[in-house]
């Protein structure tokens, strides 16, 4: 489920559909979390869908550390991918505000944790684009990606969080914020190619 305070705007004919914030959204705020209505599939499910129903998947779903295609009921679904993205997750079913969002502002993630089963060039237009994604990304951008979601993971407890009710890990927040040893990293949501059961 996604944070309240968004909605689904047109871009442009090229981007198509874009998830905006519609009031401030704090550094630190959970702006996803994953949910009971969300869709999973594991690679045989995906493998035995018809081809209409692949297709929606490539384009709208990630994938998993487990190699399931994980697809959004909600406008979560349209978050566009930048190289500069301004949320991401630490390895746990929920991804985080890592800088403050204005009003107005695109929420977007960095398709390069997601699993992505192919490379595709990337115009998004941050001063440090990598002209293409690719799926062993985590492999040069991992640290990176954990340094800046460690961060903001520590402003948990001080920032307003309507999607509380709907975070399933709360016991293991609680143990990180006590102990930040036991603070996951982001590499968990890595599903090496060597082990993945390539579908599509
Ligand atoms: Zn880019």
């Known amino acids: 489920m996604v944070h309240p305070d968004t909605e689904l705007r047109y871009v442009n004919d090229h981007i198509g559909w874009g ?3 519609t009031r401030p959204i704090p550094r630190g705020t959970i702006i996803w979390a994953l949910d009971t209505l969300d869709q999973k599939f594991t690679p045989d499910e995906v493998a035995a869908l018809p081809f209409y129903a692949r297709a929606i998947l490539d384009k ?8 399931r295609h994980i697809l959004c009921w909600d ?3 349209y978050f566009n991918h930048s190289c500069a993205a301004n949320c991401l997750s630490l390895g746990y079913d929920f991804e985080l505000a890592i800088r403050d969002i204005g009003p107005g502002e695109e929420l977007t993630d960095d398709y390069g944790t997601l699993n992505p089963l192919a490379p595709f060039p990337c115009l998004c237009g941050a001063h440090d684009c990598r002209s293409h994604v690719l799926p062993d990304d985590f492999t040069r951008l991992g640290d990176h990606w954990n340094t800046a979601a460690r961060e903001a993971f ?10 509380w009710p709907v ?27 060597t082990s993945a059961r390539l579908v599509g």
């Open 167 to 193: 975070v399933s890990e709360l016991p293991e927040i609680e143990a990180a914020l006590d102990d930040p040893n036991r603070l996951r990293s982001i590499h968990s949501h890595y599903r090496a190619r």
């Open 19 to 21: 998830v905006f914030a």
């Open 154 to 163: 520590f402003l948990i407890p001080s920032v307003s969080q309507p999607l």
């Open 75 to 77: 406008h979560a679904r």
């Open 60 to 67: 709208y779903a990630y994938i998993d550390a487990r190699g």
